[in-house]
């Protein structure tokens, strides 16, 4: 999804740019007019204003009501040809109405990029375009927001993805309509479309032709449903009256007015004429300056999207010496979100080219029967969200399904255990490949938080399998980080043994971008470097931008890297870090009560969901720790926030203490009435905390939810149990 997004934008990119900046420019030009025309009162009728017409104008041919409103009456005399604007109610001229050259233009370049019938080919190419970005961008803002219910939340990040995924949020409705509605008035005019049906060709009656005023069926139409009328030529006693309506089309007699032949207008006319007000915006004019700034955000999404795709390009490392698929015995295909991934594809092909062997390296979404011709085949690939495949590999199964190859395989699952469905898509990958019948050399083999020493032990183990001196010595890059300074620091837990550090940061000073922050909330993470490392530890907030500062939760583990030096830094000292938004863990929208459940540190994305509730939403929160005196962060903040109507209610077990000893799911199992409530009129569940405690928890709710007929999987897979668990 990613790849057809990036291709059909570069390539769509500056056509887009023209027709949407045109199309602005005649969405505001058409709302002008609209506000200008005069009203048309819902009494007056065709008949009346030809009647008034025709006195007033000698030679009047035809009188038109435009979609915009606007009306006009054609005459020709003596001086020539005219057409002039009219006023409804009098039927006194308003002035000619002409089409500057300028406006001539801009609808020229809109329609057909001043090139005919190929430039609306064009166009229509480009309409095209616009909505495979459109489809295709919706889905990446759903996978990224974590769900459709989230589609419209605010977008996490920073820089040009946030601005990229929030214009997108705001304008997407409107290039939809606006590439649909092109390409439905291109099969028009190229007559793809059924043509509407033409009314009987007929001769007026010989006689003296009656009074306009005289006509009946045009003295009981409205002129709001007037399209056009043309007038019987002058000089021809066999012309007749052509009345097109909005309902449809008329021949009448000019002699004894009588409807000599007609048709109703067909479905395709009626939604074409909705279809034109639409792309247009006349007639509505409001919904056309919509579209117009749907359409100005255009020239934003190409700048952005290039930028995004090639700071992605460019982020991906070279490989060197990678021979062409066809020449290949051996082919590297990576699953990647954040290109780290490919520094150690890079890091294998070096190793396997120097062992001699011809190797190539691709994408898994590029994967051809040409990549299972090769005599071994290596899967690197990391996962994403909720156990997802990555960026480059979302389509990888799909597409070997139809492919018939069955190469030797060896799959290499990279993640970070701190997260739930730790190598979740390499385990999908590993299961649909034995149920294919493809060939394993090796069992599958993760790579935890990126490490380079578990790596080169994969390397020795390869090695023997090969019966070759493969030597994996890989430096991974360090992620980008910026500087946050410590600000206030407080410590409980001493008595535990395992003190907890609650820690407040704010941007360091310096360059003049560092002053602000990414948006984010609570929940997301931020990736820690400790000195002298390259692989981050991620800590959850439990704060939002809002709040101005970011606050973790970090208890001190023994011969703890990361840990120790977060617990030894004083007010003022400085860490390198980066945020990273966690769309899949967050509660969805509305007001149902939402049931929080945690333990130990996993109570700072929880608190910063209370903090965050400033709506008053039912949130119910269930923590276990260690001792109430000493191991209790927030504490104090949480009942105060009982005051403010943030917490709905507060329930705690700790562990050791002299009597009364309970773990959370304990406190969970005691309100298993009041929680089966709750669940059985809508309410989620959003549990933080450590893999053993999510576990009983996960069982403990299990036995809650069983009498409903319901499972903690089936919450999960519509969104009402998420989870963070390290």
Known sequence: MHKLHSLAGLIAGLVLCVIALSGTWLAIDNALASFSAPSISQNETIGQLAAKLSADLPGLSDITRHPDGTLTASYSGQSGYGMV?????????????????????????????????????????????????????????????????????????????????????????????????????????????????????????????????????????????????????????????????????????????????????????????????????????????????????????????ALIWFRRRAMRPKIAENVAVKKAHIVILVGSEGNTTWGFARTLHKALTLAGARVHVAAMNEVKEAHLGAELLFLLTSTAGDGQAPASANAFLSRIERLSGRPAVAILGFG?????????????????????????????????????????????????????????????????????????????GTATGAPIAVLRFKPAPGRFWQGSLDRFGPGDLIGVLPPGTTTPRFYSLATEKAHGFIEICVRLHENGLCSGFLHSLQPGDRIDAFLRPNPAFRPQQGKSPVILIGAGTGIAALAGLVRSNVEGRPLHLYWGGRRPDDDFPYRDELIHHMRERRLASLRTAFSRVQTGAAYVQDRIEDDSDHLRHLLHNGAQIVVCGGRDMAQAVAKTLDRILHPLGMTTEQLKSTGRYVEDVY
């Open 85 to 305: 604007r009219v006023d409804p109610a009098s039927g006194k001229v308003l002035g000619p109405f002409t089409v500057s050259p300028l406006l001539r233009k801009i609808i020229s370049l809109h329609r057909a990029l001043f090139m005919g019938d190929r430039g609306r080919i064009g166009t229509a190419v480009a309409d095209g375009m616009m909505l495979a970005l459109c489809l295709s961008g919706l889905v990446l803002l759903k996978r990224r927001a974590g769900g459709w219910r989230r589609v419209l939340l605010p977008v996490r990040g920073s820089g040009m993805s946030v601005l990229h995924g929030t214009l997108g949020q705001m304008a997407i409705l409107g290039l939809v309509l606006s590439s649909l509605t092109g390409l439905w008035l291109t099969a028009s005019s190229f007559g793809f479309l059924p043509e509407p049906p033409m009314p009987a060709f007929v001769e007026a009656s010989p006689g003296p032709r009656m009074g306009v005023a005289d006509i009946a069926v045009l003295d009981e139409t409205p002129l709001t449903e007037l399209k056009k009328l043309t007038f019987p030529a002058p000089t021809d006693p066999t012309d007749i009256y052509d009345l097109k309506t909005t309902s449809g089309e008329a021949m009448i007699d000019p002699v004894t007015g009588k409807v000599l032949s007609s048709v109703k207008a067909t479905w395709v006319e009626r939604v074409g004429d909705v279809i034109m007000a639409i792309h247009t915006g006349r007639g509505l004019a409001v919904l056309g300056l919509l579209l117009g700034l749907a359409a100005m955000s255009v020239p934003v999404f190409t700048l952005s999207g």
């Open 416 to 492: 970070d255990k701190t997260f739930g469905h730790f190598c979740g898509f390499a385990e999908t990958v590993e299961q649909k490949l034995r149920q294919l019948d493809w060939p394993m050399i090796m069992p599958m083999t993760t790579i935890d938080r990126q490490s380079s020493q578990a790596f080169a032990q994969w390397g020795v183990a390869l090695s023997r399998l090969l019966k070759a001196d493969i030597v994996l010595d890989h430096v991974a890059s360090a992620p980008k980080t910026r500087e946050f300074e410590l600000v206030a620091r407080h410590i409980c």
